[in-house]
């Protein structure tokens, strides 16, 4: 019997690999930048630096931050074998970083003003998982 690939499916979830050491300094309580510092490819810890400087009312600063972290994540998808498009789901741990640092990216776009930006980033992180947008948006 011959089986044929779902082509109406859309590409398979993309999950990012884990950082243990890295995970688990921010959850010890280390500073997201001594984290930061030590493992710059965490997006975890850019997402902490985002979120931090914005709730500060630093919106640039949290753009910064945010912007590397959206980088380094995107990076880490294309190795991962993401082509661009699908799901990049809430739900795998090690996708949080990058989802937190895609919608603080949004966020800091809004308040200076990058309306584009927002709206792109917005659609991208509602395309991307739509649990992430559910659980981001009420914090």
């Not at 398979?12 to 930061?36: C, F, H, M």
């Not at 990058?98 to 792109?120: M, P, S, T, V, W």
Request: hydrophobic fraction near 35%.
């Amino acid at each position: 019997m011959e089986t044929h690939e779902n082509l109406l499916a859309g590409p398979p979830p993309t999950q990012l690999p884990d950082s243990p050491e890295a995970r688990e300094a921010l959850e010890s309580g280390a500073k997201a930048s001594d984290v930061a510092a030590r493992f710059p490819a965490y997006t975890a810890a850019w997402a902490a630096l985002a979120d931090e400087y914005f709730a500060a009312g630093h919106a640039v600063t949290s753009y910064a931050f945010a912007r590397t972290g959206y980088h380094r994540g995107l990076d880490q998808l294309r190795r991962a074998g993401w082509k661009g498009h699908g799901p990049i789901p809430w739900e795998h741990e090690p996708n949080r970083g990058f989802l937190r640092c895609l919608n603080a990216l949004g966020r800091a776009a809004q308040a200076i003003g990058e309306k584009d930006e927002a709206e792109r980033c917005t659609q991208f992180l509602r395309e991307s998982s739509p649990e992430a947008v559910k659980l981001l948006s009420s914090q």
